[in-house]
């Protein structure tokens, strides 16, 4: 048995480098960046990862407030329009979030 050729193996299946991205390595990425730098898919990952969390995980209240920051910025926090009926309209962006 070579050392050197199981010495090199062992490191490349623990560096995260070498194993394919996962969903949760994903999210794991965007939480850690500004909410306002998410698109509207990164943003719709992290609405999907949050139902595989479970309730104590320290990541679903991150993500829960990452969330709650991108729709504050991108449609912002005034009071719902309605129609002459009282029907709330579509909610509009106030600005765009950025594209893929």
Same mark, same amino acid.
């Given at each position: 048995?070579?050392?050197?050729?199981? /010495?090199?193996?062992?490191? @490349?299946?623990? $560096?995260?480098?070498? #194993?394919?991205?996962?969903?949760?390595?994903?999210?794991? +990425?965007?939480?850690?960046?500004?909410?306002?730098?998410?698109?509207?898919?990164?943003?719709?990952?992290?609405?999907?990862?949050?139902?595989?969390?479970?309730? /104590?995980?320290?990541?679903? @209240?991150?993500? $829960?407030?990452?969330? #709650?920051?991108?729709?504050?910025?991108?449609?912002?926090? +005034?009071?719902?329009?309605?129609?002459?009926?009282?029907?709330?309209?579509?909610?509009?962006?106030?600005?765009?979030?950025?594209?893929?």
């Amino acid at each position: 048995m070579d050392l050197t050729e199981t /010495s090199a193996q062992t490191t @490349a299946t623990l $560096d995260p480098r070498s #194993r394919p991205a996962t969903k949760g390595d994903v999210v794991n +990425d965007l939480l850690l960046k500004n909410p306002r730098t998410w698109t509207e898919d990164e943003l719709k990952l992290v609405q999907a990862a949050v139902f595989d969390m479970s309730s /104590s995980d320290p990541r679903r @209240a991150m993500a $829960d407030a990452a969330v #709650r920051a991108w729709y504050d910025h991108f449609y912002g926090t +005034d009071p719902v329009t309605t129609d002459e009926t009282g029907r709330p309209l579509e909610p509009q962006f106030k600005i765009q979030p950025p594209q893929a």
